[in-house]
């Protein structure tokens, strides 16, 4: 290579290293999206490098087939509920979605119908809402998976009725699934989550009726290890645990019919990491480590919906792991997306990113989609 060939590649990449400096990726993240596949090159118009001219060259099958390449709209919550009145970005979720579709993206899971009362549309968090979402949803190449909305704690006539108008915006959207971010139970103890079991199994036939499919989304704790044996408190609640892991034991005790699983796959390696050990009914500790591949590659009909959600291993971190966009973290998803078991197609994995928002660059959430877009359009067998 000659010296002014070093030169023009150098100023090519001054660019995109400006753009990884402002986003807060390190030296290694950024190195994964520039020589991986030049990602954050496509964030920055009319700038040519060498690793953009290898994208192309990229040989072997792809993981995620464009129409499986999903948002959870909660990473560009920032974006939705803006003002547009006063900002210049893109702002509320008829923009939004324009943009995401100018992305790449063909999958979209909400996370919630509210934005700015200026914004197109106004107030859609409404049956009628919804039927201006879906042509937007259809206007730019959209499909909506699914929702991250609120699952009634109780059954009441009024909770069933607040769920029936749920599963009708579902419909109204073109979804096959609903769900929620939240795990069924905070709670570690078997009675409650018998209780959760029975309540899902009872709310998920109902969703099936109207031609959906139920699901919940887990955190770390989620996969900690159930209370079900032991010594009992003062408070009279097991204090010791047979070694079954609590969304486990959830699975056991739903009818796989009708309640499924979101994998936010990120809080699952969060969780391989914390909960390692459990304290047994004899009170001894016992070693057991959590492997999340093999909890879907089990029942991977259970699982329609992943969160693909990456990170960098962090063991000095509380958590062990901390967020990055999807293919600059260290979670093997190659390995993961690929081997998940279930009928060609069945998956559909959904980018996230929790801190994607920033304050100091509002730009920044629909940059990092482009960029996490690009990662997921060139991952690799």
């Not at 990449?13 to 190195?31: H, I, M, S, T, V």
């Not at 030049?38 to 964030?43: F, H, K, S």
């Not at 049956?127 to 109780?154: C, F, M, Y």
């Amino acid at each position: 290579m000659h010296d002014n060939d070093v030169t023009e590649i150098d100023q090519a990449d001054e660019a995109p290293r400006q753009l990884a400096r402002k986003l807060g990726l390190n030296r290694r993240q950024f190195f994964a999206a520039s020589m991986g596949v030049g990602a954050a090159v496509a964030l920055t118009p009319g700038v040519a490098s060498a690793a953009g001219q290898a994208k192309a060259a990229v040989a072997g099958e792809l993981v995620i087939p464009r129409g499986k390449r999903g948002i959870i709209l909660y990473t560009v919550r920032d974006a939705i509920s803006r003002d547009p009145a006063t900002s210049p970005y893109a702002s509320g979720f008829k923009a939004v979605l324009e943009e995401l579709s100018r992305i790449g993206y063909k999958q979209i899971e909400f996370a919630g119908f509210r934005q700015s009362a200026n914004a197109p549309g106004g107030d859609v968090n409404t049956v009628e809402g919804a039927k201006l979402l879906r042509t937007w949803l259809d206007a730019n190449g959209l499909k909506a998976q699914g929702n991250h909305g609120s699952i009634p704690s109780t059954i009441t006539t009024e909770t069933l009725t607040a769920f029936d108008t749920f599963c009708e915006v579902a419909n109204i959207l073109g979804m096959k699934h609903i769900g929620t971010g939240s795990d069924p139970t905070s709670s570690d103890q078997k009675a409650d989550w018998d209780a959760a079991a029975d309540r899902w199994n009872f709310l998920g036939r109902r969703a099936q009726r109207n031609g959906l499919r139920l699901y919940t989304h887990n955190h770390d704790a989620a996969y900690g290890f159930l209370k079900d044996s032991g010594p009992l408190d003062e408070a009279g609640k097991y204090t010791a645990s047979s070694g079954i892991r609590r969304l486990e034991y959830f699975l056991q005790r739903t009818d796989p019919r009708y309640v499924f699983l979101e994998m936010d796959i990120f809080w699952a390696h969060v969780a391989k990491f914390k909960h390692v050990a459990y304290t047994a009914a004899d009170g001894s500790m016992v070693e057991d480590l959590f492997d999340p591949l093999a909890v879907v590659q089990a029942q991977p009909k259970r699982f329609p919906l992943f969160h693909a959600k990456d990170g960098d291993s962090r063991p000095d971190l509380p958590n062990g792991w901390e967020m990055t966009p999807f293919g600059l973290g260290d979670i093997d998803y190659r390995t993961f997306l690929s081997s998940t078991g279930g009928p060609s197609g069945y998956h559909n994995p959904m980018w996230e990113q929790d801190t994607a928002p920033s304050t100091e660059n509002p730009a920044q959430s629909l940059q990092l989609a482009e960029l996490s877009y690009d990662m997921m359009a060139t991952l690799r067998k």
